[in-house]
């Protein structure tokens, strides 16, 4: 069963070029290198050959909280928690290059969302301002910001639409030709980046949800492998009546404004985002069902061609987990609230090893792509 509606001009995650029919890339597993923030104020450079750290670049301010690369894969950019600084870090020589203060000795200006456009010229956020007064703090609406990366500083804002909330964390993504940004929530709001107004909301609801359904929501995070101009995502969705629950897999064109919704069956009670191999023949994800004693966390494997579950195996899961996939998606990679990677077969979906970080973990991890 799919709904297919053509509503949507979404966002476009990564810039690796993709063409059908090409053939696999097949440059050595050990030059692909990943990225990962540890506490104090660390990224790990991890080598996926080696299995190992081969690198540390320490950072001047604070903790890491989001990683972003660069359009040319030469750069990343992190957002650090408590100054609100954004660092950039050079992958050639692996050094902080550059690094400036969002913070002003009476405001902080917390960020929450953290996007590239393709120029490589302005980072998109949803910037909170606390102004420190005599005897109280003032807490602002959210706003939209547009930090120039050259000029190290806010050159636009527009307000966050009314009614609506931006999160503490939100997704956001721009498009292709850097003209809108996207927040993706229950619904995805679709924002003009010169004047950071609303342009569109899509209600992720009737008629594009699978019938019967009135709620749905997308599980979304950077794949190394997802096809350029396309998202590739889970999606959870509810009916109105005994509100059962099911999941599946949402294909977005972003280019032709359309999505394909792929109902599977009943939902977990979590699941992580979809990572896909480099030829997206399978898609991979983690789910758990059930909580504290009863919890049981599996690897599922899916056909990507019928959309269809085609393996799944248990293993011993940390109470809260991130999911993550090598370039070459030989690998399926456990991280978060801890201070090691499970690094699991992807074929045998058996444990094969584990990376000591030597630290907490504290942001998202960014798989380099093999191209």
Request: net charge neutral.
């Amino acid at each position: 069963m799919k709904a297919v509606a053509t509503l949507l001009s979404v966002c476009a995650l990564t810039t690796a070029v993709f063409a059908a029919g090409a053939k696999p890339v097949t440059k050595p597993v050990g030059e692909q290198l990943m990225y990962l923030a540890t506490w104090p104020h660390t990224i790990k450079v991890i080598d996926v050959g080696k299995d190992k750290v081969v690198d540390k670049i320490e950072l001047p301010s604070d903790i890491a909280r989001v990683l972003v690369m660069s359009p040319d894969k030469t750069k990343i950019y992190a957002s650090t928690l408590r100054d609100n600084s954004i660092v950039t870090v050079d992958l050639k020589t692996r050094k902080v290059v550059d690094s400036f203060t969002l913070n002003t000795p009476s405001e902080g200006n917390r960020l929450s969302g953290f996007a590239i456009d393709p120029t490589g010229k302005f980072i998109y956020s949803i910037m909170t301002t606390v102004s420190k007064k005599i005897d109280h703090y003032e807490i602002s609406e959210p706003k939209f910001i547009a930090i120039d990366i050259e000029q190290k500083k806010i050159v636009r804002s527009g307000d966050f639409p009314k009614d609506e909330v931006p999160g503490a964390r939100s997704l956001l993504r721009v498009s292709p030709d850097g003209k809108s940004l996207y927040v993706f929530r229950q619904e995805i709001l679709v924002i003009n980046t010169a004047d950071f107004k609303l342009e569109k909301k899509i209600e992720l609801s009737n008629p594009v949800a699978p019938p019967g359904m009135d709620s749905l929501s997308l599980n979304v995070l950077d794949d190394p492998n997802e096809p350029p101009g396309k998202l590739m995502s889970i999606f959870n969705a509810s009916d109105p009546y005994v509100h059962r629950k099911i999941f599946g897999i949402a294909e977005i064109d972003l280019s032709k404004q359309t999505f394909e919704l792929t109902p599977i069956g009943p939902a977990a009670t979590s699941i992580q985002p979809l990572m896909l191999t480099p030829d997206r023949k399978l898609g991979y994800t983690v789910a758990v069902n059930g909580d504290h004693g009863d919890r049981v966390t599996e690897f599922w494997v899916f056909d990507m061609a019928t959309k269809k579950l085609i393996n799944k195996k248990e293993f011993l899961g940390r109470t809260r987990l991130n999911f993550g996939i090598t370039a070459d998606g030989k690998k399926l990679l456990i991280y978060n609230a801890g201070y090691e990677i499970e690094v699991y077969d992807a074929k045998t979906l058996a444990l094969d090893k584990t990376i000591n970080l030597e630290g907490d973990t504290t942001s998202n991890l960014i798989v380099a792509p093999l191209n």
